[in-house]
C-alpha cells in the first residue's frame, strides 16, 4: 500500500481549484455587492488572489496557493488556476 500524506503525496489544490471554479465561473466580480446568482463579492476571494483582465502580463512565479482568476471582456469569470 503506497504511503499518502495530505498535501505532500496527493494533489489537494486540484479539488480546491474545482470548487472555486464552481463558485466563480460565469460570475462578474463585484467589490461590496453580496454575493448571488451573478455575482461574486471580492471580499469573500482568498488572501492570495490574482483577478487576470484580457490581454494583462502577468509574471510566471509560481505560488501553489494563489488563487488565479481569469476574467472576459465583459467582466465575467472564464477560468481559474491555482499557481
Do not use: A, Y
Request: hydrophobic content about 30%; aromatic content about 4%.
Amino acid at each position: 500500500m503506497p504511503l499518502v500524506v495530505p498535501g505532500i503525496t496527493t494533489n489537494d489544490s486540484g479539488d480546491l481549484t474545482q470548487q472555486w471554479m464552481n463558485k466563480l465561473v460565469g460570475k462578474k466580480l463585484s467589490e461590496s455587492e453580496p454575493s448571488n446568482e451573478t455575482t461574486f463579492c471580492k471580499t469573500e476571494l482568498p488572501e492570495q488572489t490574482r483577478i487576470i483582465q484580457p490581454g494583462q502580463m502577468v509574471t510566471k512565479d509560481f505560488v501553489p496557493e494563489r488563487l488565479n482568476i481569469h476574467v472576459k471582456e465583459d467582466g465575467t469569470v472564464s477560468h481559474v488556476v491555482h499557481g
